[in-house]
C-alpha cells in the first residue's frame, strides 16, 4: 500500500519505518527540514534502538522516504497516518492540539480523492469529531475523507518492537464496516493475521482507550512508590513487597519498579490532559486520584534532593554532585519531563555544582538545561564529587565496579534512584550507600 505518516518524531519515524518493514511504499512527512534530512540519509533524528538499521534498509531500498511537502504527502497514496505531537499546554494540564489542527487544517485542500487519516497522536476525548470539521470544511473530497483513530502503545525504547507486535490493535471508527476499517484492515494485514487481538471501535472510545491506559499505568508507578513511602516510614523493604505484589497474577510484576518515578512525553502530560477534559465533560470527580497520583510522582523527586541534603550534613550549598543519567528512562536520549534532570535542576537552584552523565541524552540535556555541566565519562563524572545519584538506570552505569570510583570522589556517597545497584557490592567497595525510600 501507499501510505504516509505525517509527523516524524519518536512515533512517527518509528511508525513510518516499520510500515516500510511490513512491505508498504511510505513517504513521511514532516515540518522540520532537519529532521526530514537526517530520515533521507537514514539515520534517525534520536535514539530509538534499531530504528537507524530499519530506516537505512528502506531508505535504501526506495520503500521509505521523507519529505517537509504537504502536496507530496497528499499526493502519496489514500491513506495518511498522523502522529504529530500533542504536548501539555504551557501552564494548563490541558493538551496543546494547535499541530493537529495545523497539520490537518494542511493536508485538508490537497486531498482531492478519496483518503483515510488515521490519528495516532494521544487527544483528549471528543478530538475526532473536531478533525472531521476540518476536513469537510477543506477537503475537496469533502465526505470521502474518512477519519479513523488508531491510538499507539509503544514505549520509547522498545518502539520498533511494540509496533511490528504490539500486544492489541485499537482502530476506531465512526461507523460499522466503513471503508476506512477495511483500509486499515490491509495496511495492518500482517499484524493482524500474526494474531494480534484487534478492536474496532467508536472515535470516544479508541480516544479514551490510549488516556486510560496511560493512566492505569501512572497509577501503577505511584501506587509502589506511596507504598514505598510507607515502607521508609515502617522500616519496610519495598522491593521485597513489589516482588510479593508482583507474584499475584491479578496485579503482575511490570510496571511496578519503585524508584523516582514516571517522567517522559507521555505518562506525565497524558494523565493530566485527562483531568482536564475530564473537567470539561463535567466527570472532573471521577478523576481526582490522578491529581494523587501525579503528586506522589513529583514528591518522589522532592524526596530525592531531600535525601540528597540529609546525607551532605544538611548543606547543599557549594557542594559537588553527580548525577548519572538524563535521559526519563534508559535506553532513550528522550529528555522530556526526565526525573533525573529535574532533581539536576532543583540542585543547581539550591546551590549545588552538578555533573550530569548519560550515555545518549547529553545533547539534548544541554539545549535545555545549560546551567548544568556534563561530561560523557561516568567514571571521570565522580571525580571530586562528594555524593553520587544513580537516576536513570542505563545498564552501562550498573555495569561499572564501584571500586573503580570510590578513591576518585571526594566522599564514596551514592543514592540509588532507581533500585538497581547492587548494595552489597558498592559497600564492599567503600560506598556508603541509600536508596531512595528504603532504610
Ligand atoms: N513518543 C512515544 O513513545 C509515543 C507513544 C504513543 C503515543 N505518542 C503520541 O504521539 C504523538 C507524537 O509524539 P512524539 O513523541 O513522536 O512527539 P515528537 O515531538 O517526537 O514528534 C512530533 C513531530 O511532529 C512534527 N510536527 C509538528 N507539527 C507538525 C505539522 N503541522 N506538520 C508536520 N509535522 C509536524 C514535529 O516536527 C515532530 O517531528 C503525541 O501525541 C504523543 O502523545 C507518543
Ligand atoms: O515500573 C516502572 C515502569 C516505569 N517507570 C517510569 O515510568 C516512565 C515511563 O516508562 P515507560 O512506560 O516504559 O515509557 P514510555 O516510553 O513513556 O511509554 C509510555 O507512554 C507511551 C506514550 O503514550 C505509551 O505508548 C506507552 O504504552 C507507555 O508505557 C519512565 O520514566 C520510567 O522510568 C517506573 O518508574 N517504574
Not at 143 to 159: C, G, I, M, Q
Not at 345 to 363: F, N, Q, R, S, W
Amino acid at each position: 500500500m501507499k501510505l504516509t505518516v505525517i509527523g516524524c518524531g519518536y512515533l512517527g519515524a518509528t511508525h513510518a519505518a516499520c510500515m516500510a518493514e511490513l512491505g508498504h511504499d511510505v513517504i513521511g512527512m514532516d515540518a522540520d527540514m532537519d529532521k526530514v534530512h537526517a530520515l533521507n540519509s537514514g539515520k534517525a533524528p534520536f535514539f530509538e534502538r534499531d530504528l537507524d538499521v530499519l530506516l537505512a534498509k528502506h531508505t535504501a531500498t526506495g520503500r521509505l522516504k521523507f519529505t517537509t511537502s504537504y502536496a507530496e504527502a497528499a499526493a502519496h497514496g489514500a491513506l495518511h497516518f498522523i502522529g504529530v505531537g500533542t504536548p501539555q499546554r504551557a501552564g494548563e494540564d490541558a493538551y496543546d492540539l494547535t499541530h493537529l489542527f495545523s497539520a490537518v487544517r494542511q493536508l485538508a485542500p490537497r486531498l482531492k480523492s478519496p483518503a483515510v487519516v488515521a490519528v495516532k497522536s494521544t487527544v483528549p476525548v471528543g478530538t475526532a469529531p473536531r478533525v472531521v470539521k476540518i476536513l469537510k470544511e477543506f477537503a475537496p473530497a469533502g465526505d470521502e475523507v474518512e477519519v479513523a483513530w488508531n491510538p499507539e502503545f509503544l514505549r520509547e525504547s522498545f518502539a520498533i518492537e511494540d509496533t511490528l507486535r504490539p500486544d492489541r490493535l485499537v482502530l476506531g471508527f465512526e461507523s460499522e464496516r466503513s471503508w476506512a476499517e477495511a483500509v486499515l484492515r490491509q495496511c495492518f494485514g500482517k499484524i493482524i493475521e500474526a494474531g494480534t487481538p484487534t478492536i474496532v471501535t467508536d472515535w470516544a472510545t479508541a480516544e479514551l482507550a490510549k488516556a486510560s491506559a496511560n493512566s492505569f499505568l501512572a497509577t501503577k508507578i505511584s501506587f509502589i512508590n506511596a507504598m514505598a513511602e510507607v515502607c521508609a516510614a515502617a522500616g519496610a523493604d519495598v522491593g521485597q513487597l513489589a516482588d510479593i505484589l508482583g507474584h499475584d497474577a491479578r496485579i503482575g510484576h511490570r510496571g511496578m519498579r519503585p524508584g523516582l518515578g514516571f517522567g517522559g512525553g507521555c505518562l506525565p502530560k497524558d494523565i493530566r490532559g485527562f483531568m482536564a477534559r475530564a473537567g470539561e465533560l463535567g466527570a472532573d470527580q471521577a478523576l481526582t486520584f490522578l491529581r494523587e497520583v501525579d503528586a506522589i510522582n513529583n514528591r518522589q523527586r522532592e524526596r530525592m534532593v531531600d535525601l540528597a541534603r540529609e546525607q551532605l550534613g544538611g548543606n547543599l550549598m557549594g557542594k559537588r554532585i553527580t548525577i548519572w543519567g538524563a535521559a526519563f528512562k534508559p535506553n532513550t536520549d528522550d529528555i522530556r519531563d526526565s526525573p533525573a534532570l529535574a532533581v539536576a535542576h532543583k540542585l543547581h537552584e539550591l546551590g549545588v555544582i552538578v555533573t550530569v552523565t548519560d550515555p545518549k541524552a547529553l545533547d539534548n540535556a544541554r539545549k535545555t538545561h545549560p546551567e548544568l555541566d556534563y561530561t560523557d565519562d561516568p567514571i571521570a563524572a565522580v571525580q571530586d564529587a562528594d555524593l553520587l545519584l544513580h537516576l536513570t538506570e542505563w545498564p552501562q552505569f550498573t555495569h561499572i565496579a564501584p571500586h573503580r570510583l570510590a578513591h576518585r570522589t571526594a566522599t564514596p556517597k551514592v543514592i540509588d534512584g532507581r533500585g538497581t545497584l547492587d548494595a552489597d557490592t558498592w559497600r564492599k567497595a567503600g560506598w556508603t550507600v541509600r536508596a531512595l525510600n528504603r532504610p
